[in-house]
């Protein structure tokens, strides 16, 4: 049984997007939340070999940054799960080693950023290492986790009951989010987040509007925010599958 | 076992019988060196 869910974008870019979804239930919405967070898989350093680290932090430091670098997860189908991706790091001080200096052996599976750093190194210390990326969920480790700022709320819908009396101090009324006026969604950033900036002189009244979420969803480079989305959502049809096949329904 | 004088930074190879010091210049503190095997750690 396949629904359609009337989804509209708010804002988008690649990393990060507001989007508002109707027609769904609360669970449903928390559903989506969970699997991006907990359910998409991504890549990450799991093993680290030192070959020489001279610098003043010890291995186990060192290996635990390398493992929250986040790393692109290739598109779905090109990897399957328990392959590895080595990457290696070779920096003489005195400089900093940046997740930029990590040269791997997949063009697939990159830094997703360039600038992250790793370790300061002082004269004559030197960190030379390699490390086996692999794939697996963000329930398993946080390093995991290709959606790191996802969260939802209600659309809220503004209305004007009247005007304010004519010596009466106007109240600021802060709303974050995005609101909905006369089918216009307007995020709230737009009027500083305080209604009575957008509605000078008026009472207005705010109300959940049912089965519609506003989502916030910010990825950490590991994949565009599309594709966390829609790979939260396979994801939720594979454990629904797999759960009607088990319950034989 | 490989150990680095502290003073003169030469390499110093220690026996039982030498005690600890530091053949080249006689000071007594002495740094163990790294091993060079390559070493795995997991990602915790």
Redesign the interface.
């Known amino acids: 049984m396949a629904t359609d869910y009337d989804v509209e974008f708010v804002e988008r870019e690649d990393r990060e997007a507001r989007f508002l979804v109707r027609g769904v239930t609360p669970a449903f919405a928390n559903g989506i939340r969970r699997a991006m967070v907990a359910d998409v898989p991504t890549m990450a350093v799991d093993t680290v070999r030192f070959i020489e680290n001279s610098s003043v932090m010890f291995d186990e430091q060192i290996a635990l940054r390398l493992g929250l670098v986040p790393l692109t997860t290739p598109p779905e189908g090109e990897f399957v799960e328990d392959d590895t991706v080595t990457l290696s790091i070779d920096v003489q001080g005195p400089a900093t080693a940046y997740s930029g200096d990590l040269v791997s052996s997949d063009d697939l599976v990159q830094p997703a950023d360039e600038n992250v750093p790793i370790i300061q190194l002082k004269d004559d210390q030197r960190l030379e290492a390699e490390a086996d990326a692999i794939m697996n969920h963000g329930k398993n480790h946080a390093k995991h986790q290709g959606g790191v700022a996802v969260g939802y709320r209600h659309l809220q819908r503004v209305e004007v009951v009247g005007d304010l009396d004519e010596f009466e101090e106007q109240e600021s009324q802060i709303v974050r989010g995005v609101v909905e006026d006369d089918g216009e969604l307007v995020p709230t950033s737009e009027f500083d987040h305080d209604l009575a900036n957008r509605y000078p002189g008026k009472e207005v009244r705010l109300e959940d509007v049912p089965e519609a979420f506003v989502f916030h969803v910010e990825t950490d480079g590991s994949f565009t925010v599309d594709e966390l989305v829609t790979r939260a959502a396979d994801s939720i049809i594979d454990r629904a599958t797999e759960l009607e096949d088990a319950v034989q329904l | 076992m490989s150990y680095k004088c502290s003073r003169c930074k030469r390499d110093v190879e220690l026996d039982e019988y030498g005690g600890v010091r530091c053949p080249y210049c006689g000071h007594r503190v002495l740094l163990k060196e790294?091993s060079r095997d390559?070493?795995?750690?997991?990602?915790?």
């Open positions: 790294r390559v070493k795995e750690v997991g990602v915790n």
